[in-house]
């Protein structure tokens, strides 16, 4: 694709209609620093933007997935709000954290569906960050935690808000009150992760392999799927039902639709249009 985004702390690559996003701080573990807040919401607005990306796979560079929001950047913030108004100030620091909550927010959404490989350490910002993906998966020595109430913070950007929808509600009161440690193995069993892969190659190739499977779906029917799959966790079942009647009102005599027919009939796999 020639209108890959130019970013400084992401490498974006994309072919068969997978987009590739990869955290690439791998000096600092890939730590969430200014710049790759903002050049998240700049990578998935793209995806989201591109008709050729299908989904998208989000990874880390280097050794770790990544080891959560810079602490130079947490050190700087009394700086950055500062203002002769405590009040003023205190108004420039939710505005912050909405700001960062949106970055992320990004990925949720992403009308494409969003599949995190995550090896290494995944801690505090990056579990907020995987908890808006579709899809986790992870290498068994994989480490997550919650890890915000070890500096005496309250997480902001999203676990507590989205963990309790992935994971049972008893399991993320353990992980935010205590901030230990869940490993890969442990993480498939509580549901946080789909499936812990023996190593990073294998989480690669599986992931991708899942990705390629996505991939060579209608479009616009994982679009929908992925729409209503979201409003659904947010709204009751009887919303659910009116919102997807209206939804296929307009979109279920698609082309899509055509292909999908014609390719069943004739035996062979469908090819649809971006």
Not at 24 to 38: G, I
Request: proline share 3%.
């Amino acid at each position: 694709m020639d209108d890959l985004p130019q970013l400084t702390t992401l490498a974006v690559t994309a072919a068969d209609g997978i987009a590739d996003i990869r955290l690439n701080r791998p000096e600092r573990a890939n730590a969430l620093n200014e710049s790759m807040w903002q050049e998240l919401r700049t990578a998935f607005r793209w995806a989201d933007a591109t008709d050729a990306v299908r989904v998208v796979v989000l990874s880390g560079a280097g050794r770790h997935f990544c080891a959560g929001i810079d602490l130079s950047m947490l050190a700087g913030l009394a700086e950055t709000v500062a203002h002769t108004d405590p009040a003023r100030g205190r108004e420039a620091l939710r505005h912050l954290i909405l700001d960062l909550q949106d970055c992320l927010s990004s990925i949720e959404r992403c009308r494409k569906p969003v599949l995190a490989a995550i090896h290494g350490a995944c801690v505090g910002g990056a579990v907020d960050m995987i908890a808006c993906c579709d899809m986790r998966y992870a290498v068994v020595e994989a480490q997550f935690s919650v890890r915000e109430i070890d500096i005496g913070m309250t997480a902001d950007v999203g676990s507590l808000q989205r963990l309790p929808r992935i994971v049972p509600d008893g399991i993320v009161r353990e992980l935010a009150y205590t901030g230990r440690t869940v490993d890969g193995t442990e993480a498939q069993a509580i549901g946080l992760v789909n499936r812990a892969f023996d190593s990073p190659e294998a989480l690669m190739a599986g992931v991708r392999e899942i990705a390629s499977v996505i991939a060579g779906k209608s479009p616009l029917a994982i679009r929908g799927t992925k729409e209503m799959l979201n409003y659904g966790r947010d709204h009751s079942v009887a919303d659910g039902l009116n919102y997807v009647a209206t939804w296929n009102a307009a979109m279920l005599m698609s082309a899509d639709l055509d292909e999908a027919v014609t390719a069943t009939r004739e035996k062979r796999k469908p090819k649809f249009v971006d």
